[in-house]
T-cell receptor, first 111, second 112 residues
Framework: GENVEQHPSTLSVQEGDSAVIKCTYSDSASNYFPWYKQELGKGPQLIIDIRSNVGEKKDQRIAVTLNKTAKHFSLHITETQPEDSAVYFC??????????FGPGTRLSVLP | DADVTQTPRNRITKTGKRIMLECSQTKGHDRMYWYRQDPGLGLRLIYYSFDVKDINKGEISDGYSVSRQAQAKFSLSLESAIPNQTALYFCATSVDGLNEQFFGPGTRLTVL
């Protein structure tokens, strides 16, 4: 079955700097890659997603890039702010149309 | 009001007890899911349902059962709770298999 790896597990950045989180997946048939943000005490919430027919997608300070050949995709957050501090999960949708999630990255934005 | 609600939000129980976690949604989605979250392991799928008559096991279904009482309600049961079922449990919904899933706020379960 699908396997999703995510790095790093923890990431600390200074406010205003950029943050990058990387995920790799194993199933070449996967075609949908969402990123979720989980704040303390809340459920995960979608922040951006990308489909396999697109190489990059941006939404204000957030962007996702996809390399289908290498089977990896990355989340980029620019001009980080304290409210970006959270746990971020990547996911890949396998052939059975269920998501397989990465283990998560805890991002801390230091003032 | 929240689109996906879970009750209870926190529960402490003892080994061997039967526990039911409930999920309700007002999004009108056919598909519902139960996940378990453990530190460092991400979200793992326990059970999923594509409609009221369709229930499927996920990656880690042993020790759990579910009931889809209506389109809007999906319950997770632990028939005889054990300490390694201590975790954060999330319910999610989706309109189809092509787009995002919407998560509830979670239930923190502790089994002593």
């Amino acid at each position: 079955g699908e396997n999703v790896e995510q790095h790093p597990s923890t990431l600390s950045v200074q406010e205003g700097d950029s943050a990058v989180i990387k995920c790799t997946y194993s199933d070449s048939a996967s075609n949908y890659f969402p990123w979720y943000k989980q704040e303390l005490g809340k459920g995960p919430q979608l922040i951006i997603d990308i489909r396999s027919n697109v190489g990059e997608k941006k939404d204000q300070r957030i962007a996702v890039t996809l390399n289908k050949t290498a089977k990896h995709f990355s989340l980029h957050i620019t001009e980080t702010q304290p409210e970006d501090s959270a746990v971020y999960f990547c996911a890949s949708r396998d052939y059975g149309q269920n998501f397989v999630f990465g283990p998560g990255t805890r991002l801390s934005v230091l003032p | 009001d929240a689109d996906v609600t879970q009750t209870p939000r926190n529960r402490i129980t003892k080994t061997g007890k039967r526990i039911m976690l409930e999920c309700s949604q007002t999004k009108g989605h056919d598909r519902m899911y139960w996940y378990r979250q453990d530190p460092g392991l991400g979200l793992r799928l326990i059970y999923y349902s594509f409609d009221v008559k369709d229930i499927n096991k996920g990656e880690i279904s042993d020790g759990y059962s579910v009931s889809r009482q209506a389109q809007a309600k999906f319950s997770l049961s632990l028939e005889s709770a054990i300490p390694n079922q201590t975790a954060l449990y999330f319910c999610a919904t989706s309109v189809d298999g092509l787009n995002e899933q919407f998560f509830g706020p979670g239930t923190r379960l502790t089994v002593l």
